[in-house]
């Protein structure tokens, strides 16, 4: 069975929105403990307590209001059936206990997604940056060998030679960076994005110019014959390719940090840098 921190984290990994309300404060005669926690969502109480009774029902109430505002919110409670003095911010509640608490509304709002094509040395560097940035990563590889080691939780078998896409939840607002291990998968991988008629909040593909103009000239001609594409698909000038800034240096962990800050600046809706596809 799950403890309630652990709940916590898998949400996060997830993006499943949430509202963690903590204890905050007590004073006087109170059903519950300092730092005492409860998990709410849009359904209700997940898991956790914060007492129970009539303090935990109208917490809940807030949860759910905080969660649909996305706004945290510190909140004091009245453990009495009496009305608060004047000026006294605290909510009435009805109960007899006689205290009072402070409840912290901390909202669980859904990360940024970065799926990362190829788990090699420009994305395990690339995944040691975005994470402290806040992103939740997701390493996607045919071979076996490279996800060895890797946490499951985010590391997705695709099949042999990218054939075809593993199921990758909400794509349309995921950062996308390809960097396989070869330039025909790189090109595999970037068609089958391009065919599900998804386009990611970014999408970035470790190459050189001249590598950029065989494969963006090579899927032109193919999405154009199919019956499928339309003018909007054929526009292919958004995908970041060569990916990142022009900051310099071409090790894995220089590569990676000019990746990291084209989607970082991306991420904020930051424009005006040069970039490597514009070159």
């Known amino acids: 069975m799950l403890d309630i921190h652990t709940e916590i984290l898998e949400r996060r990994r997830d993006g499943r929105p949430a509202v963690v309300v903590t204890v905050a404060a007590r004073e006087g005669s109170i059903p519950t403990q300092l730092q005492a926690k409860m998990l709410v969502d849009a359904g209700g109480l997940v898991m956790g307590t914060i007492g129970g009774g009539a303090i935990e029902h109208r917490a809940v109430a807030d949860a759910q209001a905080v969660l649909a505002s996305g706004q ?3 909140k004091e409670y009245l453990l009495d059936d009496g ?3 004047p000026g006294d911010p605290a909510e009435p509640t009805g109960m007899l206990c006689g205290g009072r608490v402070t409840l912290f509304f901390e909202v669980l709002a859904p990360v ?4 990362l094509f190829g788990a090699g040395h420009v994305n395990r560097a690339l995944a040691d940056i975005l994470t402290p940035l806040g992103f939740a990563v997701t390493f ?3 071979r076996p060998g490279q996800l060895a080691g890797l946490d499951r939780s985010i590391a997705v078998a695709a099949p042999a030679d990218y054939a075809t896409l593993p199921e990758l939840a909400d794509l349309a607002a995921s ?3 390809i960097a396989t291990h070869s330039h025909a998968a790189d090109e595999m991988v970037l068609e089958q994005i391009l065919r599900t008629g998804v386009r990611p909040r970014y999408l970035g593909v470790v190459a050189s110019r001249r590598k950029r103009e065989q494969i963006l000239g090579r899927l032109r001609t193919s999405l154009a014959s199919d019956a499928a594409a339309d003018d909007e698909e054929l526009d292919l000038g958004w995908i970041h390719m060569p990916v990142g800034l022009h900051l310099g240096g071409n090790t894995p962990a220089a590569v990676a940090l000019s990746i990291a ?3 970082q600046a991306c991420r ?3 424009e005006g840098h040069r970039h490597l596809r514009d070159r």
Do not use: K, N, Q
């Open 72 to 74: 945290p919110l510190l």
């Open 268 to 270: 904020h809706g930051i």
């Open 112 to 115: 940024d997604r970065a799926c």
């Open 83 to 85: 009305e608060p003095r």
């Open 175 to 177: 950062f996308v960076v």
């Open 140 to 142: 996607v590889d045919s």
């Open 261 to 263: 800050a084209e989607m």
